[in-house]
């Protein structure tokens, strides 16, 4: 890690998104979904995903790797799940902030491409109903 380089723990919702949309799957083939359904239910953690790696631009924290990553994030710290998640911080580096950012609302939020934002909202919501429902069913058993 170069100068000014570190690992720190961040809200994700202090983080903007650098990509005007994101893909719906993650590289591993995954989808957001299936990954919020596999952190709810513990068979995967928020510190089994790799890093996202962030650098300061105009004040602000924007995520140069991890788009997809930070969405998930901020689904989960929405529900009370995560409060801040551990990140790498980088030197802002104008070449690589430029090739990555095409956000048109200075990063406060993203579209996700393929399988369509609304849906993957909805099924966001459907299976944190559904992880709702199954939790209290055996808190009271």
Known sequence: MGNGESVVYMYPSNIRFTHDSIQSNFSDGH??????????????????L????V??????????????????????????????VKVQTRNFD?????TQHTSSNKGKTVLIRGY????????LDEIWSEYQRETSRCAIT
Not at 67 to 80: C, P, S, V
Request: proline fraction near 3%; glycine fraction near 8%.
């Open 55 to 84: 650098m300061k631009y105009g004040g602000e924290w924007f995520v140069v790797r991890g788009n997809r990553r930070l969405f998930l994030f901020q689904e989960l710290e929405k529900r009370g799940l995560v409060s801040q």
């Open 94 to 98: 104008q070449y690589l902030f430029q």
């Open 116 to 123: 369509g934002h609304h849906a993957v909202k909805q099924e």
């Open 50 to 53: 790799p890093l996202i790696e």
């Open 31 to 48: 989808s957001i979904p299936e990954t919020f359904r596999q952190i709810l239910w513990k068979k995967l953690t928020v510190e089994d």
